[in-house]
């Protein structure tokens, strides 16, 4: 079921050339939303996803000194990965 619609009383203005603002037209019509809607969407992807490559997290001494070594000594490819990192990819053949 569909989150129930909030009431929208912010402002948002932005200025945009008329370039911009023709592909972002063209976008939103091949979405089938409103620009201001397209606009907003994916504003809103890009910033969860901005906050989301920020993300802080604690540890304590002993979890801390497990984690750096976890990362100075990644674990080694097996036969399988390696061939799979070295073969063409489907549309390089």
Do not use: C, Y
């Not at 129930?4 to 402002?11: F, G, Y």
């Not at 097996?78 to 063409?88: D, G, T």
């Amino acid at each position: 079921m569909p989150a129930p619609a909030r009431r929208k009383d912010d402002v948002i203005q932005i200025r945009a050339s008329a370039e911009a603002k023709a592909i972002f037209n063209r976008a939103a019509n091949l979405r089938g939303q409103k620009l201001s809607e397209f606009m907003l969407d994916s504003a809103r992807r890009q910033a969860e996803e901005t906050i989301l490559d920020q993300r802080t997290f604690f540890l304590n001494d002993d979890a801390h000194a497990r984690f750096l070594a976890l990362l100075d000594a990644p674990p080694k490819l097996s036969s399988k990965v390696r061939a799979r990192l070295s073969r063409k990819a489907p549309w390089e053949k």
